[in-house]
């Protein structure tokens, strides 16, 4: 198969959910091609690093081959091999359960819920 444009290999390889998110990505910078920053039309040659930006954090891959459609991710491995270093991905999984830890308490601010109202009748009705 021919080089694809760099939005539907990041798409094939499952870095992004949609094409268009991946040219968005691409068009705000967060994609680089060796080190330089990436439009999406350009093609992903093999060999090449590419770099994501994932908050906190980039990202780097290596292209090892094109599939001919969107992959299983069981399959990914066999086109794309990460070289992000060990300690990026641990920043980054400190910063995602950051993230899930802020979504899970977002109920204790501002208005009771329901359920937090039935315990404050509870707690009442009990004086």
Request: aromatic share 8%; net charge positive; hydrophobic share 35%.
């Amino acid at each position: 198969m021919s080089d694809p444009r760099l939005d539907k290999y990041l798409w094939m390889v499952r870095l992004f959910k949609t094409r268009s998110q991946a040219a968005a990505a691409c068009k705000k910078g967060h994609v680089t091609i060796n080190g330089k920053t990436a439009k999406a039309a350009q093609l992903a040659k093999k060999g090449d690093d590419i770099a994501v930006k994932t908050t906190p954090i980039w990202r780097t891959f290596e292209i090892l081959g094109h599939p001919a459609n969107r992959v299983k991710g069981a399959l990914v491995p066999e086109y794309l091999q990460e070289n992000t270093p060990p300690e990026e991905r641990a920043r980054l999984e400190e910063y995602r359960l950051a993230q899930r830890e802020q979504i899970l308490f977002q109920h204790d601010r501002g208005r009771p819920t329901k359920r937090d109202r039935r315990k404050i009748d509870r707690f009442k009705s009990n004086d």
